[in-house]
Each structure stands twice: as C-alpha cells, then as structure tokens.
C-alpha cells in the first residue's frame, strides 16, 4: 500500500484514450481544465451526469492497485455517511463510488498510456507534463 498524500499517482494504459472525469460545477475542476487547456481530442465526462461506468472502474483499480487510491474522503458525504467511522473493504470502495458520484477522486485523466488521479498540484503539473510534452 502507498500513501497517497505524497505520491503522484499515474498508471499505464494500452489504448490512446483521452478523457478526463471532472465535475463541472468544481472551481479546482473548472482551474485544473484550464490549466491543462485541453482540445477537442480529449472526452470529457462530467462525473454528476454520467458516473464512471464498473468496466472502467475495474480497468483503472488494476492499474492503480486499489479501489481506495480513486476514492475521495473528502467528500461531504464521506463524514455525514459515517463511512469514516467504518473500516471499508476494496468492495465497499468499489460500490459507493459506482453508486456516488462524490466519491470518485477528481478529476481524474486518462491521457494515452497515462492515468492522473486527484488535484495535487504535483498531479496536474504531471497531467500538463503528458498532455503539452
């Protein structure tokens, strides 16, 4: 397991896919989106009106190696669900990010054989690195 305070987070990917899972109605979202200026090669998918699907989900956890490195727990809910009390297992990780949006760490970019997870300034700044060369 690593710590995910101090760690970029980027995994390999086989296909040339570029999309990008923010929520549009995040001001860290809206700035990381304009820092990267992304063109119209690049899907993006807001994660409010269309979640991230369980194929995905699978396909990134194994590149990533767990289901928590995409979970965010700073979400609101995270605490007013008391989920923070509880001790989750990889499968209850699994299953509130594919039944809450919320939970899914954004923004989160696939960029070719690159994934970037999270708003780290050292995660954008690797997300810019990939995107511009």
Known sequence: MFDLRKKTIFATQTN????IYHLSSCSTNQRILKELNVGQEVELQDIKEKNID???LEFIKEK?????????????????????????????????????????????IILGDQVFIGNAAKTVEAAKQAYHG
């Open 64 to 108: 990533v190696g767990s289901y928590e490195a995409l979970f965010s727990k700073r979400a609101m809910k995270y605490k007013s669900m008391g989920l923070n009390e509880m001790n989750l297992t990889e499968e209850d990780y699994k299953k509130y990010i594919l039944e809450e949006y919320t939970f899914l760490k954004r923004p989160f």
């Open 16 to 19: 040339a896919m570029k999309k």
């Open 54 to 56: 369980t194929k995905t």
